[in-house]
Structure formats: C-alpha cells, structure tokens
Nanobody
Framework: QVQLVESGGGLVQAGGSLRLSCAAS????????MGWFRQAPGKEREFVST????????VYADSVKGRFTISRDNAKNMVYLQMNSLKLEDTAVYYC????????????????WGQGTQVTVSS
C-alpha cells in the first residue's frame, strides 16, 4: 500500500499552466505504475495519463495529448503532471493513483488514491 498526497492545483486562466505534484510514502513506490485521473462535477472519473515504474513509458488521454506531460522521480517518491494550454474543460478535481497493473487507463485498476486537488480554469 502507498499513501498519496496531491498538491499544486488552483485557479488559472485559459491558456495558462499548472504543475501538479503527487507525493508518495512507502519504500515500494518504484514498483507502482502511477496515474492521473480527473473528475468534474456530475461526471465519472476519467483517465488523464499514466506512467510505468521507471518512467520510460507514458500514455495520455486524447483530450490532453500534446498539452500535458507526466513524469516521476523515484528517488523523491514523486509524480508530476505538467499542464499547459489549459482549457475550460480541464476544470476538475485531479487525483493521483497507484497501480500494480501495467499502464492502465481504468481507474478500477488503481488500488491507492490521494485526496485530490482542484483545478479550475477560467475564461
């Protein structure tokens, strides 16, 4: 099991950038695939991006491809999501998740979650 804490959310204008961070506890962090998901009010949690254990493989949702970048630093037990060219539709609570399943887009495959961080994009 790993404990996760997200940070870095906030209010930003459309076209702006934010960098989300996810701090993980536990000595087994590098054995987990990590993912970012988001959930807007009244909508289901949706996949944003995932990264494998050593950071060599990443996958993105089509809606964020080319704008968002996921990365990880196993020495610091950290996962990041750099979000550029933000759009109104990116507004949501963003969650960091840890999974034993390789590069999964399904939130059900993630065993541990953070509490989420709110991202609000204004016009």
């Amino acid at each position: 099991q790993v404990q996760l804490v997200e940070s870095g959310g906030g209010l930003v204008q459309a076209g702006g950038s934010l960098r989300l961070s996810c701090a993980a506890s536990g000595r087994t962090f590098s054995s987990y695939n990590m993912g970012w998901f988001r959930q807007a009010p009244g909508k289901e949690r949706e996949f944003v991006s995932t990264i494998n254990q050593n950071g060599g493989r990443t996958v993105y949702a089509d809606s964020v491809k080319g704008r968002f970048t996921i990365s990880r630093d196993n020495a610091k037990n950290m996962v990041y999501l750099q979000m550029n060219s933000l759009k109104l539709e990116d507004t949501a609570v963003y969650y960091c998740g840890a999974s034993r399943i390789y590069i999964s887009r399904r939130w059900l495959d993630y065993d541990d979650w953070g509490q989420g961080t709110q991202v609000t994009v204004s016009s």
